[in-house]
């Protein structure tokens, strides 16, 4: 298997650093090393220059976001498959060689393979991303069934950081969404299930940073604003609405109810902020979803009726003695 690895970074010269380092000391060893820098003001191309000289390939480019930054690596790679990281994560040293293992013995039809993967939270025991999801694989490896539903529910089970995935299938859905800034790799991820089947590694072979002091991302700068966050939401939604494969399908009635939730969430969010207009764009968006006027008043003022009962009562937790607590 002809493997790239593919690295964007933006502003973190130490960190990539050592994901690079995490990806030469895999057991396994992969064909290239492909890092697209988006801009960087820190001398991170020169620190891996001068580090791994021409046995790591780097791109340099205005900044425009982890997406454009992954597509133009994808388009430089060569290998047959990709195998994606982050700049500040880390792949633990047999990550490669236990996914080969898992998609040789499971045979062509499985196009993507994901591991676990660990929370790096700085404490002395970290979670999974398997844990956190309540996902447990049975055996070292398996196929993941039915994907989409995993990726339509509640729990995070898939990390970009950790897939491998051959470059044919993502460059058919024509890669990441450069359009959007959070929520990139999902929408990828909810594309390619209907390209190919999932298998997983069940142990975690990778290091994701979430410690308290790490620099944050690009997409987590975006997401705290509620104008971005919900643009780019809606955008994913809309459009997985109109893909063939959805319409009709078991999938469409938890999309549609997750658009509902999410014009209702970004019209509070306006209300808050004093936005009037921007909320009676939203409540237009939910009258085509065939709500009513009144049907709105009533689920705003329910909805903001359970966030008062839920404030009360965490208040009235703190509130409380700790001997009452017990």
């Not at 791994?52 to 390939?57: D, H, I, M, T």
Request: with cysteine; hydrophobic share 40%.
């Amino acid at each position: 298997m002809n493997i790239s690895a593919l690295i964007p970074t933006y502003n973190r010269r130490t960190q990539v650093l050592r994901a690079i380092q995490s990806v030469l000391s895999q057991t396994v060893p992969v064909g290239e090393i492909i890092v697209v820098d988006d801009g960087s003001t820190d001398g991170t191309v020169e620190a891996i220059r001068e580090r791994y000289g021409l046995s790591v390939s780097v791109f340099r480019q205005e900044n425009a976001g982890v997406s454009a930054a992954r597509n133009r690596a994808i388009r430089e790679a060569r290998g047959e498959w990709v195998a994606f990281l982050d700049s500040d994560d880390e792949w633990l040293p047999s990550k490669i060689e236990r996914q080969v293992d898992a998609l040789k013995a499971l045979g062509s039809e499985f196009g993507l393979c994901f591991t676990d993967c660990i929370y790096d939270e700085g404490k002395s025991t970290n979670n999974s991303v398997f844990q956190q999801a309540k996902f447990a694989g049975s055996g070292p490896f398996g196929r993941l069934d039915d994907p989409a539903e995993y990726l339509l529910g509640p729990a995070n089970l898939l990390s970009i950081q950790s897939t491998l995935v051959l470059r044919s299938l993502v460059e058919d859905i024509k890669g990441f969404d450069e359009g959007i800034r959070i929520m990139e790799d999902l929408d990828a991820f909810f594309r390619l299930t209907f390209k190919t089947k999932f298998c997983f590694v069940s142990d975690p072979l990778m290091r994701i940073d979430r410690n308290p002091g790490r620099t944050n991302a690009l997409c987590e700068l975006f997401a705290t604003r509620d104008d971005r966050k919900y643009d780019d939401l809606r955008r994913i939604h809309t459009r997985w609405l109109e893909m063939p494969e959805v319409i009709g399908s078991k999938y469409e009635n938890p999309i549609r109810k997750s658009l509902r939730l999410l014009y209702y969430e970004s019209v509070e969010s306006n209300i808050r902020g004093f936005k009037a207009g921007a909320a009676l764009r939203e409540i237009a968006r939910l009258r085509a979803l065939k709500e009513s006027y009144g049907s709105i008043v009533l689920n705003l003022a329910s909805r903001k009726i359970r966030k008062l009962r839920r404030d009360i009562r965490a208040s009235l937790w703190i509130a409380a003695p700790k001997v009452a607590r017990h």
